[in-house]
């Protein structure tokens, strides 16, 4: 598979701070990849020099195979983007929007009417984007993203603000896009379960630094964990009884660290020596307790070497 993105040991300082550093990232194309990072990580400062509205202090980056500082008006008509909030002009209706875009981009109207199609925004073609929802305004933003009809599309926050509908709209805009266009989709988002539900690849970031990037699958499987809490009336005695296993008492509950196919056996167990089970239930790793476990560890590591 080829990458639509690579950065050769891209760096970035603002006078004495370091905002990125050395950052080796490979993007395979058509997919959706989650680029997470806290705040202050430095994502917003990598997206930034991806569209090439920041310059980095040393390394390269290259965008469908081209030096991005060699050939920026060739890979930028291919690019569309939504960072932070998107602007409109308010007074316009979300048609004369990308009418404009239609004359920047030198396309027909029947682009203006298919991206209103894809986006879901048709029945408010000729309302005015001031009485637009946040929704809306963020679907409008996408579509002038689409005006060009871009190979690759970088999204900073895409969700930010919206109720949970219109992030499950979002979410099943994005990888509409990816399957039934073939566009690669960058989102850079806090919204850890929205991530894990669409995207395939992911690239997480902490203090400028590359912790991780690869398959979300292969993430979730090298960090997993399974927990099983079992509520019971004598956690003591259940504790020496299953002395075998990584097993805790917190929160006046029995925390078990095993796989789901052994609550039979430990149930069991317990019932046979006359302990009362009131409650069971299982928990399984997610990206966000790996995403913080993955930046609580450099955090602590940075505050070790201090």
């Known amino acids: 598979m080829l990458n639509v993105i690579e950065t050769q040991n891209v760096s ?41 509205l920041a310059k980095p202090t040393e390394g390269h980056v290259k965008i469908f195979n081209m030096p991005l500082e060699n050939h920026k008006q060739d890979i930028l008509n291919q690019v569309g983007a939504l960072v932070d909030s998107p602007s409109f002009y308010d007074h316009l209706t979300g048609y004369e929007n990308l009418k404009i875009m239609q004359y920047v981009h030198h396309n027909s109207d029947k682009t203006i009417e298919e991206v209103l199609g894809i986006v879901e925004l048709t029945h408010a073609a000729n309302k005015k984007v001031k009485d637009y929802s946040l929704g809306m305004k963020q679907r409008l933003g996408i579509a002038i993203a689409l005006m060009n009809d871009p190979k690759l599309i970088i999204l900073d926050e895409p969700t930010n603000g919206l109720d949970p ?41 902490n203090k400028g630094q590359l912790l991780y990037q690869g398959d979300m699958h292969t993430l979730l499987e090298k960090y997993k964990h399974d927990y099983i809490y079992f509520v019971t009336d004598d956690n003591t005695k259940a504790q020496s009884l299953l002395a075998d296993v990584d097993i805790s008492i917190e929160d006046q509950r029995l925390t078990v660290k095993a796989h789901r196919d052994e609550i039979p056996q430990i149930n069991k167990m317990l019932v046979k020596h006359d302990i009362n089970v009131y409650e069971i239930y299982h928990e399984k790793s997610s990206l966000e307790d790996i995403f913080l476990k993955l930046t609580k560890n450099v955090d602590e590591r940075d505050y070790a070497d201090e």
């Not at 509409?176 to 669409?198: A, C, T, Y």
Request: glycine content about 10%; aromatic content about 6%.
């Open 12 to 52: 970035k300082r603002f006078g004495d701070f370091q905002a990125v550093q050395d950052l080796n990232i490979q993007i395979p194309e058509g997919t959706i990849c989650g680029f997470l990072g806290p705040n202050g990580s430095g994502k917003t400062t990598t997206i930034r020099m991806l569209l090439g």
């Open 165 to 205: 509908s219109g992030i499950k709209k979002m979410r099943e805009l994005l990888m509409k896009l990816v399957k039934d266009r073939g566009i690669s989709i960058i989102v850079s988002s806090h919204n850890l379960f929205e991530i894990e539900q669409m995207c395939r690849y992911v690239c997480v970031i």
